[in-house]
């Protein structure tokens, strides 16, 4: 999956981005078939599941690592034949009046990002999916005991990220302890959606249905950009594409709602992100530096204990300037390793990049888009040398 959204107050701990990927190459093995058989299903439905299972289990078998890729594939699955229409869901008398009124809001957000944001139509967003747990997929981070780089894994198409996501919260756990015993930093991390990058159509999914109807709009816009570029292995270019469209997206859809007087509340989320990032990204600094000593092990574990309680200390300061605002809380409330920290980076740097590059295309989402596509098909140099050359 790719594409993390977080609210305010849910990091998105890189969290960030993604597991509908992590087996990609054989979910496009098996696309064609559950498009041709979802919509169509029968009393036979759930030998069909079965069916499909196997033959998912089959397919997997060439791929590098079976259990893993199982999983995925499963869990990604389970989404897919647990969509419920919303239309359909909205018929129903019995449903609840505050499901009503969100799933009202999110068709509008849709049609809103179709028409007026160019953002792809597809069924994304037109059906719901009741998960029963309080996240959809938990990440696992790693990293030495004496860095904060993370470790990586490299997928199809997602290309090498610095997480491994599981749709069960045992198993992350399970992988997390392994991790651990061979001397690992590990950190878990839930996330409550992701983009499939049109492999699948997304939906709405429960865990993210207690969030403001604002942040709800963003996330939206946020996770449909994913689908309109997206470059494997390039999360500060994803991620800062798709925050620029979620803001600009938002700030379009507050005022054509009239509810300009929003907008002062994203900024305040946005702002609370940002020296939240700069806090961590601080102190990951000072880390870094001390790693880098000639400290020997024993001196190293307990200045890095120390500066995980200056950490904290920080974080109870800046809370204070944001009126005992507690979001962050739980974050804080973790450890505080290596592999945690390196969750935390400044993913959005290049948001002012593309906020300039709609600028000079007239505020026309549609040239904007060419433009960003032209640049996701350079290589590499090409595309960071345009970049250095904009900065």
């Known amino acids: ?114 028409s007026e944001l160019k953002l792809p139509e597809g069924e994304n967003y037109a059906s719901y999916v009741d998960v029963d747990r309080e996240h959809v997929v938990w990440n696992v981070f790693a990293a030495p005991e004496f860095s904060t780089d993370p470790v990586n894994w490299c997928y199809p198409i997602a290309g090498c990220v610095s997480y491994r996501g599981y749709f069960s919260e045992s198993g992350a756990e399970r992988y997390a302890a392994e991790l651990a015993a061979d001397g690992f930093d590990v950190y878990t991390g839930g996330i409550d959606a992701y983009s499939t990058l049109g492999w699948f159509d997304d939906s709405l999914l429960s865990t993210v249905l207690t969030r403001a109807n604002y942040q709800l709009a963003g996330l939206i816009f946020h996770e449909l950009a994913h689908q309109v570029v997206y470059v494997p292995g390039d999360t500060t270019f994803n991620e800062s594409f798709a925050t620029a469209i979620e803001r600009e997206g938002l700030k379009r859809w507050l005022l054509h709602r009239n509810q300009a007087e929003t907008i002062a509340l994203a900024q305040t989320d946005v702002d609370r992100q940002r020296q939240f990032v700069d806090l961590v990204a601080g102190h990951r600094k000072q880390l870094d530096t001390l790693y880098e000593s000639d400290s020997d092990a024993r001196d190293m574990r307990v200045a890095k204990a120390r500066m ?19 979001g962050y809380d739980s974050w804080f409330s973790s450890s505080l390793n290596n592999a945690q920290l390196s969750t935390v980076s400044s993913y959005n740097d290049l948001v002012p990049f593309f906020d300039d590059l709609l600028r000079q295309s007239g505020g026309d989402l549609e040239q904007f888009f060419d433009e960003v596509d032209k640049l996701a098909r350079l290589s590499e140099e090409e595309r960071e040398t345009r970049l250095q050359d904009w900065l």
Do not use: H
């Not at 098996?30 to 009393?43: D, P, S």
């Not at 200056?310 to 944001?322: F, N, T, V």
């Open 1 to 114: 999956m790719v594409g993390c959204y977080s609210a305010p107050g849910k990091v998105c701990t890189w969290v960030s981005t993604a597991t509908a990927e992590v087996g990609a190459i054989c979910l496009s093995l098996f696309r064609g078939l559950v498009k041709m058989i979802w919509g169509n299903l029968t009393q036979r439905a759930n030998l069909i599941k079965l069916g499909v299972l196997v033959l998912f289990s089959a397919l997997l078998l060439s791929c590098e690592t079976v259990g893993y890729y199982t999983q995925a594939a499963r869990g990604q699955l389970a989404i897919v034949f647990g969509r419920e229409d919303i239309q359909r869901l909205l018929s129903e008398q019995t449903l609840p009046t505050d499901l009503k009124d969100k799933f009202n809001e999110v068709l509008l957000i849709r049609e809103y990002a179709v």
């Open 308 to 326: 995980q309680q200056q950490l904290r200390d920080d974080y109870e300061q800046l809370k204070q300037s944001w009126d005992g605002y507690a």
